[in-house]
């Protein structure tokens, strides 16, 4: 079958498959296989921002075999398909993470402003250390100084759905990721 008949509409716009559900999910366990070794013992908290990384989050808890704490902040920096610049703190950081391994999870790096932004709200709390593990990064887009630690995919600079990512709040819903055809 070709991709032609697979495509689907999220709203106005078309998406072609692009990471399959069994792709993801088979990256997503070698992450948890890594972050077990990198943390085992050390009781890491995780931060995963809202909306677009609760299913990674999720799945990726699943298959952990370390002790870890999850916690949760909601950032919001896009409209439509567009990251806006500003990055606004809708729902904040409610746990101490003083003297605690942080790993931030997120769905994806894009610019890298939300992260940018984050990262100082966290080390104002004295983290012991900070990770950021990533579902997705997209290199050519990035505009700031931001590593990632845990990486799933590097994919080109087109939007996405799917597995929690969202165009206009649609699309979260989708066990594979689609690419803007
Ligand atoms: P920045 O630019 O701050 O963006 O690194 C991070 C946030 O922007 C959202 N984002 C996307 N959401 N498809 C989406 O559904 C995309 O292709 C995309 N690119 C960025 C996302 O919420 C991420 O946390
Ligand atoms: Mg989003």
Redo the contacts with the bound molecule.
Sequence with gaps: MSNEKLSIQVKDKEFIPYLSEETILARVKNIAVQLSEDFKDKNPVFIA?L???FMFAADLMKQLHINSEITFVK????IG?Q?S?K?LTLLGLDTNVKDRHVIII????????????FLPVIKANEPKSISICSL?I?PE???VD?KADYIGFE?PN????GY????DGY?RNLKSIYQ?K
């Design positions: 921002v909306n677009g990384s950032l919001a920096s896009y398909t990251s610049g990055v997120e769905d994806i790096i894009d610019t890298g402003f939300t992260l940018k932004k997705l997209k887009s990035l505009q931001i994919i087109r939007f996405v759905v929690g990512l969202d165009y699309g803007l």
